[in-house]
């Protein structure tokens, strides 16, 4: 069974520019959540997408999106790039259903850096 | 979501047994205790997840008391190769809001 992946593995933007990262879940799965995660700031929740809707969201401003297509497949996108935003981008999958019991099955991640 | 703390460090030699509690003090009646690995530049790694009691796998036990409210994750015998973050989190199907974790440092 094929695994989360994430594709680019790492990019190079700079400041003004947009991104979009994507993600293909385990089959199956219904669920996938995007995090955040920098040294100083450590794991943070983005947003969770279950059957193309958005169910949960963390604090982050408005120019982090995302979306989720009808194959279970996500992708964010983040507008206007501050040097800040420069981070490793994990999408994690998991059922989604009211069986799933957290367990969360992460991707390798998208390190983005800005310049 | 339940808001987990746990030990921001520790410290620990090769071949000794790790003992890393977490407190949930205000978990849900339908929330799982899960414990992830995580190494740099690496996604979190599932270890073990529990309801009740103890929990046992080939890399790990996990014991919860009857009241819910801690659990400790037990790693036996660690390796230089189980330095890492530890992160305790209760879940549901609600999605999951990760704490700072517990970073080990395996010695030789």
């Known amino acids: 069974k094929a695994g989360v992946t994430q594709t680019p593995r790492y990019l190079i933007k700079t400041r003004g520019q947009q991104v979009t990262l994507s993600c293909s879940p385990i089959?199956?799965?219904?669920?996938v959540s995007w995090y955040q995660q920098t040294p100083g700031q450590g794991l943070q929740f983005l947003f969770e997408?279950?059957?193309?809707?958005?169910?949960n969201k963390g604090n982050f401003p408005g120019r982090f999106s995302g979306r989720q297509f009808s194959n279970s497949r996500s992708e964010m996108n983040v507008s206007t790039l501050e040097l800040g935003d420069s981070a490793l981008y994990l999408c994690?999958?998991?059922?989604?259903?009211?069986?799933?019991?957290?367990?969360?099955?992460f991707g390798e991640g998208s390190r983005l850096t800005v310049l | 979501l339940a808001k987990t703390t746990q030990p921001i460090s520790m410290d620990s030699y090769e071949g000794q047994e790790v003992n890393i509690t977490c407190s949930h003090n205000?978990?849900?009646?339908?929330?799982?205790i899960t414990w992830y690995q995580q190494f740099p530049s690496q996604g979190p790694r599932f270890i073990i997840q529990?309801?009740?009691t103890k929990v046992t796998n080939e890399v790990a036990s996990l014991f919860i008391p009857a009241d819910r409210k801690s659990s400790t994750l037990s790693l036996p015998r660690v390796s230089l190769s189980d330095t890492a973050v530890y992160y305790c989190?209760?879940?549901?199907?609600?999605?999951?809001?990760f704490g700072t974790g517990t970073r080990l440092l395996v010695s030789p």
């Open positions: 994690a999958s998991s059922l989604g259903d009211r069986e799933d019991t957290g367990e969360l099955f």
């Open positions: 089959s199956g799965h219904r669920s």
């Open positions: 997408y279950f059957s193309e809707t958005q169910r």
């Open positions: 205000n978990i849900a009646t339908n929330d799982y």
């Open positions: 529990g309801y009740k």
């Open positions: 989190l209760a879940t549901g199907f609600q999605k999951l809001v």
